[in-house]
């Protein structure tokens, strides 16, 4: 007779002692092709105290840096344990922070164009201003005039 063995549960994130900041910055060395990817445990007191869910948009804040992420909430401590934030390569690369480094992390705040969206989701013609915020954030920088702007956004 063969003896099948049920799969076990996973076992519990290690406890211990989280960092005197909170939350230590981990790279996780994933290639998310340029996407920022954050990792928290689902044990992390963190997860529990925010209500963050999987693939929430999260603001990680390391080494006096933030960078919006996307949230992965993992139940296997080799990837992170409780008192870790684990960051893809790309989104370590943006912190310049080393590992171990004091990191937090929060909801991310909606961005200030999505009453502008539903504006043109709902048939409105959008302005000129919106055009300039919309391009403005996308890219990272400010632009100056409107001559700077591609003509697309231009007749928006």
């Given at each position: ?153 231009v007749e928006f």
């Open positions: 007779m063969k003896t099948v063995f049920a799969p076990q549960p996973p076992l519990p994130a290690p406890l211990e002692a989280p960092p005197p900041n909170g939350l230590s910055l981990k790279r996780v060395a994933i290639d998310t092709h340029h996407e920022n990817v954050a990792h928290l445990h689902r044990d992390c007191a963190v997860v529990r105290a925010q209500g963050f869910q999987a693939l929430s948009k999260v603001e990680v804040h390391a080494n006096g840096s933030s960078i919006l992420a996307t949230l992965n909430v993992v139940e296997d401590a080799s990837i992170v344990c409780c008192h870790e934030l684990g960051v893809s390569e790309d989104a370590f690369a943006q912190l310049k922070a080393p590992d171990g480094h004091a990191a937090r992390v929060s909801q991310a705040e909606p961005p200030a164009s999505t009453p502008a969206l539903f504006r043109k989701i709902n048939g409105e013609r959008l302005d000129l201003a919106f055009a300039r915020q919309a391009l403005e954030r996308a890219s990272g920088y400010r632009l100056g005039s409107a001559d700077e702007l591609p003509q697309v956004f």
